[in-house]
């Protein structure tokens, strides 16, 4: 059985950070990424990786966020710099094997002064 448990979310002041976790587990993940849902506006990506690959990022979020992946863990992390109040969304772990994607069940980040 197939879990994705997201942990990292919260209220941060813009300019801040934030780092957010996806421990999957349950089977062998060919990719690990992060999508955001904003109010009013449909999932987006913003940051994906292969295993023993580099990470694919949304345009909107080049320069500020880091994808990275522990394959010994099974754990996709995505470290969020230079937040901003438009980076304010649902952000929805996403592991893909070769026939099926899964979804976790979301964390909410708030950028906000």
């Given at each position: 059985?197939?879990?994705?448990?997201?942990?990292?979310?919260?209220?941060?002041?813009?300019?801040?950070?934030?780092?957010?976790?996806?421990?999957?587990?349950?089977?062998?993940?060919?990719?690990?990424?992060?999508?955001?849902?904003?109010?009013?506006?449909?999932?987006?990506?913003?940051?994906?990786?292969?295993?023993?690959?580099?990470?694919?990022?949304?345009?909107?979020?080049?320069?500020?966020?880091?994808?990275?992946?522990?394959?010994?863990?099974?754990?996709?992390?995505?470290?969020?710099?230079?937040?901003e109040?438009?980076?304010t969304?649902?952000?929805?772990?996403?592991a893909?094997?070769?026939?099926?994607?899964?979804?976790?069940?979301?964390?909410?980040?708030?950028?906000?002064?």
């Open positions: 059985q197939v879990q994705l448990v997201e942990s990292g979310g919260g209220l941060v002041q813009p300019g801040g950070s934030l780092r957010l976790s996806c421990a999957a587990s349950g089977s062998f993940f060919s990719s690990m990424g992060w999508y955001r849902a904003a109010p009013g506006k449909q999932r987006e990506l913003v940051a994906s990786i292969i295993s023993g690959g580099r990470g694919n990022y949304g345009s909107s979020v080049k320069g500020r966020f880091t994808i990275s992946r522990d394959n010994a863990k099974n754990t996709v992390y995505l470290q969020m710099n230079s937040l109040p438009e980076d969304a649902v952000y929805y772990c996403n893909r094997t070769f026939t099926t994607a899964y979804w976790g069940q979301g964390t909410q980040v708030t950028v906000s002064s």
